[in-house]
């Protein structure tokens, strides 16, 4: 047994391995922490990559894959990759489910009935609070999509990240997302984190590497301590949470990974639900 | 300003925080930590190579500092030109080192002449040094202490071609302490 599966079966490493597919989105949040945009430097990790990723992570002894961005539907063959690396590994990926036109919807036939996952983000129960940070037409286009998903038999979750939500609110939004097909096991709700564009918004909570769960999180610059590493700010990536330019062997950076997490002090940590 | 992005300790990488827990580490560590397996790993062996060892401190920086000039490196005979004054060096040695006064009448000592006849060869040259030279060096020097000095070059020459390939910026407390020296 690996010391990476040794470690994620004793519950001392949680089995996800993140990627970043790319940086660049189709929406501009208020509060994206990764300064996404139509125009943003895209940093597209590659298909062949991902699918590398995905081998090395299930031979390494790794659980689960996660895919994240930018948006990650706007590469065309994702689809089709996430098919292939569910072939290793379950697979989660988050989107911020606005490009599923009909099409699109068609595009994603390779994901029936595979082990692929897609996390949405939806915020608030009604349209203008939840398209204030998230841009317009957004939550029409989520709400659209969601049912169509769930009817082609595609597993999604539903994420919620926001700085307050009063319990009124909140219940309406699990009313909106059980209507939608979504189960409340598949909902979860998150702080903001002040990071990439939040940080000039003045918004979430701080994050430190104690704060947040050790997710080996590769991207095109380097492996990161968790998904919440590889943000940007003033164009910039952040290396605060760096853990090793070298991601190819994955052990390099797996193995770093493994030496951290035994440095930190033991107790009650991911303090501030941030996942 | 150097060329490359310089971390400071709020983006330190992970990896790289030991080396921020004293204060500002200065611009090779700042500029390493960018690819921190390698900060990791570089830092040890730079330390072991130009710190205390059998080696004496003096000794040291005359190597240090006449490599540094060989390859002029403005960063290293700066930073350096501290150190060396800090181990013991008159400002003339120190201005022989830096190639500003002739080396003959600095140092009278043979074995501190060999060693800095063997240092211009070994890091200005080209290919073998010379075997006059070599043997001069020999005759003055064990073999473990031999090695050692070629690592010390080795170390300093990888540092010199760091700091002037990135262009670092020598810190305000050396400049200061230059000029009050009169040795900027
Ligand atoms: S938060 Fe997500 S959906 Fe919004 S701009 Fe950033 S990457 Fe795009």
Known sequence: ?275 | MATVRLLDAEQAPLLARPFYAKGDPGPIVASLAQVPELLETAMPFISTALGPSAISWRDKELVIVRTSAVLECSYCVATHTAVALDAGLSHQEVRALRGEEDIASAFRDPRELALLAWVGELAGGRGSVPAAVRDGLHAHWEDHEVVELTVVVGATMLLNRLATGLELPVSAGTERRLAAEGLR
Request: hydrophobic share 40%; proline share 7%; charged share 30%.
């Open chain 1, 1 to 275: 047994m690996s010391a990476v599966a040794e470690a994620v079966a004793e519950g001392k490493l949680p089995g996800r391995v993140w990627m970043y597919a790319d940086y660049h989105c189709n929406l501009a949040c208020t509060y994206c922490l990764t300064e996404s945009a139509p125009k943003a430097p895209r940093r597209v990790i590659g298909r062949e990559r991902m699918l590398e990723i995905a081998g090395e992570a299930a031979e390494l002894g790794f659980t689960d894959l996660g895919v994240t961005g930018g948006e990650p539907f706007l590469l065309r063959w994702l689809p089709e990759a996430l098919a292939e690396m569910s072939e290793r590994l379950p697979v989660l990926v988050l989107t911020n489910g606005t490009l599923f036109t009909r099409r699109r919807l068609a595009e994603l036939a390779p994901l029936v009935q595979r082990d692929v996952a897609m996390q949405i983000s939806l915020d608030r129960p009604d349209p203008d609070d939840n398209d204030e940070m998230r841009g317009p037409e957004n939550f029409r286009k989520v709400v659209d999509a969601v049912p169509k998903l769930v009817d082609k038999g595609i597993k999604v979750r539903i994420a919620t990240t926001v700085e307050s939500i009063e319990d009124a609110e909140l219940d309406r939004l699990c009313a909106l997302h059980r209507e939608l097909g979504v189960p409340d096991e598949d909902h979860i709700v998150r702080p903001i984190v002040r990071r990439g564009r939040a940080l000039d918004h003045d918004l979430g909570v701080v994050a430190h590497q104690v704060d947040v769960p050790a997710e080996l999180t590769v991207t095109v610059d380097g492996a990161f301590w968790s998904p919440f590493g590889p943000t940007v700010h003033d164009g910039v990536v952040d290396t605060d949470l760096l853990i090793t330019r070298t991601t190819r062997p994955l052990s390099t950076a797996a193995n770093a990974m493994l030496r951290l997490t035994g440095e930190l002090p033991e107790g009650d940590d991911v303090a501030l639900n941030i996942r």
